[in-house]
């Protein structure tokens, strides 16, 4: 029983070298989400038929896109203070055809917690 008490201690503490508390009612860690890690989660969630798209070959950062039409789910940020991933659910609508001028039409900005996997819809 002292050994646990001990070891609570340690982690309450942030000694390095035992983990940090995730969240609540949930495995103590120190890994967190990469935004691609989150951006997964996200397209599972939201956009599950979207398609995997890289800008080049074995790169590690990419996108999602619907097959067949411009709706794309893109990494945008990472906030400063809390650290949580910004992420665009989106469609590009073509204005122009000529000047291929057009704007997007947002479905849903997300915000994923690196460190619970947490995901919330940005009002």
Avoid: C
């Avoid at 900005?109 to 996997?117: A, E, F, I, K």
């Amino acid at each position: 029983m002292r050994q646990i008490a001990i070891i609570i201690l340690l982690v309450i503490m942030g000694i390095p070298g035992f983990t940090r508390l995730k969240a609540l009612d949930k495995v103590y860690i120190e890994e967190y989400l990469t935004p691609m890690e989150a951006l997964d989660l996200v397209k599972e969630a939201y956009a599950d038929n979207f398609t995997k798209i890289s800008q080049e070959e074995n790169t590690k950062y990419y996108f999602y896109k619907l097959d067949m039409a411009d709706f794309y789910l893109v990494y945008e940020d990472t906030d400063e203070t809390s650290g949580h991933y910004l992420l665009h659910l989106y469609e590009f609508v073509l204005d122009d055809k000529d000047s291929e001028i057009g704007h997007t039409v947002t479905y849903g900005w997300y915000w994923v917690n690196p460190y619970t996997s947490d995901i919330s819809k940005y009002p």
